[in-house]
C-alpha cells in the first residue's frame, strides 16, 4: 500500500495554513496506486483535535444500502445527530482497512461505554460483490461488534465517497485469484452539531492520535 501526498505550506495573517491533496490507495498485493485528489487544509494550531481540520466541511452522503442485516440502512438520517467516522475499504484488504478499523476499535473500547455510545463507525464496502452482509458483519465483528457495515449497489458507493473527494475503483480480480481495490484510505469525523464531516484521519494515523480524539468527538468538541 503506498499513499501519494503533495503538500504546500502557506503563512496566512493569523495563522499557518496547510493543504494536503489525499491520494487514492490501492490495498492488495501487486496493487498501484493512482494519485487523485481531495483538498483539505488545516487552517488553526489552536485546535484541540490532532486529526487534521477541513477547510470545507463536507455533508454526509445521501446513501441507502444495506447494513449487515439486509435492512436498508439511510446514512444520512441514522446518523444524523451523532458523532459518526466513516471509513470506504473491503474486508479482504490487507493493510491499510484492517490497520484502520484496529485503531479505531482499541481506542473506543478506552472510552467508558456511554461515551463510546455516543459516536458510530460506519465502514462502507468498495468491494460488494465479496463483502456480503454476513461476511461483512463477521469481519466487523472481530474489531467491534457495534460497528456499521453497509454493503451493496457499487456506484452509488463510489458517488458517495466522490461527494466527499474520495476516489473509489472498481474491484479487480489478480491472476492470483486475489482481489485489489483502489479506494481513498482517509476516515472522516462528522460532527453531530451540523452531521458534516469536519476533520480527516489519513492512512498512517496512529492508535494514539484516535485514542486522543475520540473522547473529544464523543463529547462534541467544536474543531
Not at 493569523?14 to 481531495?38: H, Q, V
Not at 479505531?104 to 452482509?133: G, H, M, R, Y
Not at 469481519?139 to 453497509?150: P, R, V
Amino acid at each position: 500500500m503506498q499513499l501519494f501526498s503533495t503538500r504546500y505550506r502557506a503563512a496566512g495573517a493569523a495563522a499557518l495554513a496547510l493543504t494536503a491533496a489525499l491520494a487514492l490507495t490501492a490495498c492488495g498485493s501487486g496493487s498501484k496506486s493512482t494519485n487523485g485528489a481531495a483538498i483539505v487544509s488545516q487552517q488553526s494550531q489552536n485546535s484541540p483535535y490532532q486529526g487534521t481540520v477541513l477547510g470545507k466541511h463536507f455533508d454526509m452522503p445521501d446513501l441507502v444500502l444495506p447494513d449487515t442485516s439486509g435492512q436498508p440502512f439511510d446514512l444520512r438520517q441514522r446518523t444524523a445527530g451523532k458523532t459518526t467516522l466513516l471509513f470506504f475499504g473491503y474486508t479482504s484488504c490487507p493493510d491499510v482497512c484492517p490497520t484502520t478499523m484496529g485503531d479505531i476499535a482499541v481506542a473506543l473500547q478506552k472510552l467508558p461505554a456511554d461515551e463510546q455510545a455516543k459516536l458510530n463507525v460506519v465502514f462502507v464496502s468498495t468491494d460488494p460483490q465479496v463483502d456480503t452482509p454476513k461476511v461483512l458483519r463477521t469481519w466487523l465483528d472481530s474489531f467491534n461488534k457495534n460497528f456499521i457495515g453497509l454493503t451493496g449497489d457499487l456506484q452509488k458507493v463510489k458517488a458517495a465517497a466522490l461527494s466527499l473527494g474520495i476516489l473509489v475503483e472498481d474491484p479487480v480480480v489478480n491472476k492470483d485469484g486475489t482481489v485489489t481495490s483502489s479506494h481513498g484510505a482517509q476516515v472522516l469525523a462528522f460532527m453531530p452539531s451540523d452531521n458534516k464531516a469536519h476533520l480527516v484521519y489519513l492512512s498512517n494515523t496512529s492508535q494514539d492520535v484516535f485514542a486522543h480524539d475520540l473522547p473529544l468527538l464523543a463529547k462534541g468538541v467544536a474543531a
